[in-house]
Structure formats: C-alpha cells, structure tokens
C-alpha cells in the first residue's frame, strides 16, 4: 500500500510540474509572439488600432477556432499534457510531431495514454525540435540556395506536395487494421459526408465534422465498453 502510495504522489508531483512548467512557458511564448509586431510597430512608429485588429481578427478566430479545438481533443490522447504543451509552443504538429511520437511509442513498447507513453511523447518532441533548429539553421545559411530548386523540380515537387495525406495514411492504416471494429463508423461516416458534400464544402465544414465524428466515436465506443463489462459480470 505504501509503494502504490508513493507511486501515486510521484505520478502527481510529475504531472503538476508538467502543467506548471508548460503553463509557464506558454505565456511566456505567446508574450515573445506578441512583442515582435508591437515592438516593430513602436520601433517605426506605426499606430495600431487594437479594436479594428481584434474586429479583423474575429473572422480569422471563427475559422480557425473549431479546428484549434478539434485538432487538441484529437492529439491530446497520443501525445499527453507535457507532449501537448512542447508541441504547441514549436509547432508543426501534424506532420513532424505526432508521427515522430507514434513511432517512438510504437519502438519504446508504451502505450499511448498511460505514464510511459506521455514520458516518451515529451522526449520525442523534444529531440525532433532541436533536430529541427539544427535542419532550419543548416538549410538557411549553407544548403538552403542550391536546395531548394532540386526540391521544387518537376520530379520531386509532386511528392513533397503530398507529404502529409502520405503520413496521415501512415499513421491511420495501421489504427484501422488493428481496429478494424472500432474503425468502420467514423471512416464510413466521414466518407459518406465527404461524398455529399464534395470536395470544394468539405474544408468548410472539415473541422466540425471532425468533432462530431470524435464525440459520437467516443460514446460508441463506451456504450460497447458497458455492455461487453455488463455481459462479463452478469
């Protein structure tokens, strides 16, 4: 009782400095994204105007918002709270952090969800943004001139253009097929929606759709989990 005791403090004073540490550099992100245009605004003496900036940002927030929303409920369960806050602050979730977290669960052996998982979706984000600054420095300032026309010739630029339907194909095949049950409603339902609405509305409606998709997934999902475990005990 005494080991399960102190495995939970330790389990809690993990997580509270996980959130602490992440809430803190939050801020102190979204304070440097800030400082950079009312620092050049002040610097060449540019007026701005922060009712007409919020008014014209209103529309940006409607857009962007429910994708915002859909996108953190969706990443969250793989990459954890600490995965989720290093992710935020560097960016570039979908196609560079959550398939190098998938990968390093799946070669570690953890699960996603649980302690170890959340553990190594921190290392791994970790380790892919330093690799990142390392390729960004090393592409502007020494291959970046003669890089870029190879990557946008005729032979490769079709690929790289569909470099993330290439990962969210890697990433989602193997969920399917491990569960292959759970699977066939939110990618028949997401299909049928897709027909109707075609490909030009489906981005209009993509991010509400996902969310709807989510909650009736999960509530699918936990009406089986009950009735499998009122089956098992009755």
């Known amino acids: 009782m005494s080991e399960k005791t102190n495995y939970q403090t330790a389990s809690d004073n993990f997580y509270s400095s996980v959130h602490r540490l992440g809430g803190t550099t939050s801020v102190i992100a979204l304070i440097a994204?800030?400082?950079?245009?009312?620092?050049?605004?002040?610097?060449?003496?540019?007026?701005?105007?922060?009712?007409?900036?919020?008014?014209?940002?209103?529309?940006?927030?409607?857009?962007?918002?429910?994708?915002?929303?859909?996108?953190?409920?969706?990443?969250?369960?793989?990459?954890?709270?600490?995965?989720?806050?290093?992710?935020s602050i560097t960016g570039?979730?979908?196609?560079?952090?959550l398939p190098v977290v998938v990968s390093s669960q799946k070669i570690a052996g953890v699960e996603p969800?649980?302690?170890?998982?959340?553990?190594?979706?921190?290392?791994?984000?970790?380790?892919?943004?330093?690799?990142?600054?390392?390729?960004?420095?090393?592409?502007?300032?020494?291959?970046?001139?003669?890089?870029?026309?190879?990557?946008?010739?005729?032979?490769?630029?079709?690929?790289?253009?569909?470099?993330?339907?290439?990962l969210m194909g890697a990433l989602t095949i193997p969920q399917i097929v491990r569960n292959f049950r759970k699977s066939i409603f939110p990618v028949c339902f997401a299909l049928i929606l897709f027909l109707i609405l075609g490909p030009e509305k489906w981005p209009n409606f993509q991010s509400y759709i996902l969310i709807l998709n989510m909650g009736i997934t999960v509530g699918l999902a936990y009406w089986k989990y009950k009735r499998s475990h009122n089956r098992q005990y009755k």
């Open 92 to 97: 570039n979730i979908l196609n560079m952090k």
């Open 33 to 87: 994204m800030f400082t950079v245009p009312i620092g050049t605004a002040l610097a060449f003496g540019i007026e701005i105007n922060f009712w007409e900036s919020f008014v014209t940002a209103l529309s940006l927030i409607a857009i962007f918002l429910p994708t915002a929303v859909a996108e953190n409920l969706s990443f969250y369960p793989v990459l954890g709270a600490g995965g989720m806050y290093l992710a």
């Open 113 to 166: 969800g649980t302690e170890k998982g959340d553990i190594m979706s921190i290392i791994a984000i970790g380790i892919s943004s330093l690799t990142t600054i390392v390729i960004l420095i090393l592409g502007n300032f020494l291959i970046g001139t003669w890089l870029i026309p190879i990557l946008e010739s005729d032979a490769l630029k079709p690929g790289f253009d569909n470099i993330i339907p290439a």
